[in-house]
């Protein structure tokens, strides 16, 4: 039961600290305060960055779905993964753990919303800003790329409970949106002075989530690959 515990905790960890990294921070703020724009009301400011929210969370756990389910159902690839996983683990969260020190990194193709369509969402209300922050939850930064196919996907085929993870990361990145929204919402005029706490905060966390990740790393490839060598 602990380890149960465990795995939905990392994947919830995993998607704040998504969420709080440069990249999808900016655009997360960016994107509700263009919602707040849009709408005059408070409380439609709220409810419009909560379907955004709530768009980024259903896209990340589909996703994370549609990749688990489809690798454990070739019985080649499942069969592959129950062998080998262990081993394979080692090394991708050591490399994770190096990119989040950003010790390596590595770049992504670009994706944006055009302005156009962005305003046609935004104004066509709650159900525009939930298709607003499905789409926006696409545009993956190395940082966010890392930590959703470098560790939740290897943690949620390791896991019993690995379909469900992607669905608790979901609810991790969207726990700082929900908090901007309410900001907001509330006309909080600090919010860009948060916003730096929020990116030395998230300097500190990455950091030492990934000397854990390469710590953990080390143990896997010397437990799974060195010794059943030696």
Not at 22 to 43: Q, R, Y
Not at 67 to 88: D, E, G, T
Not at 129 to 152: D, E, K, N, Q, T
């Amino acid at each position: 039961m602990v380890e149960v515990y465990v795995s939905f905790a990392s994947a919830i960890w995993l998607g704040i600290l998504t969420s709080i990294s440069p990249c999808p921070l900016a655009t997360n703020i960016a994107a509700v305060s263009f919602l707040s724009k849009k709408i005059n009301h408070p409380k439609f400011v709220l409810w419009s960055g909560l379907a955004y929210t709530l768009g980024r969370m259903v896209t990340y756990a589909v996703l994370g779905g549609i990749i688990i389910s489809s690798l454990v159902s070739i019985p080649f690839i499942a069969n592959f993964l129950q062998k080998y996983m262990n081993m394979i683990l080692g090394p991708v969260l050591f490399i994770v753990g190096l990119f989040l020190l950003n010790i390596i990194s590595f770049n992504l193709p670009s994706f944006s919303v055009p302005q156009e369509k962005q305003n046609t969402l935004a104004e066509s209300g709650i159900k525009g800003s939930f298709v607003l922050g499905m789409m926006f939850a696409f545009s993956f930064c190395p940082i966010a790329a890392a930590l959703f196919f470098g560790s939740l996907i290897p943690l949620s085929l390791s896991s019993s409970y690995g379909m469900v993870l992607p669905f608790f990361y979901g609810i991790g990145t969207g726990i700082p949106v929900v908090a901007f929204s309410v900001c907001i919402a509330l006309g909080v005029k600090s919010l860009s002075k948060w916003f730096y706490k929020i990116v030395r905060f998230e300097k500190y966390t990455r950091k030492i989530t990934g000397v854990i990740f390469i710590l953990v790393g080390v143990y896997f490839i010397w437990a799974h690959l060195i010794v059943s060598f030696l």
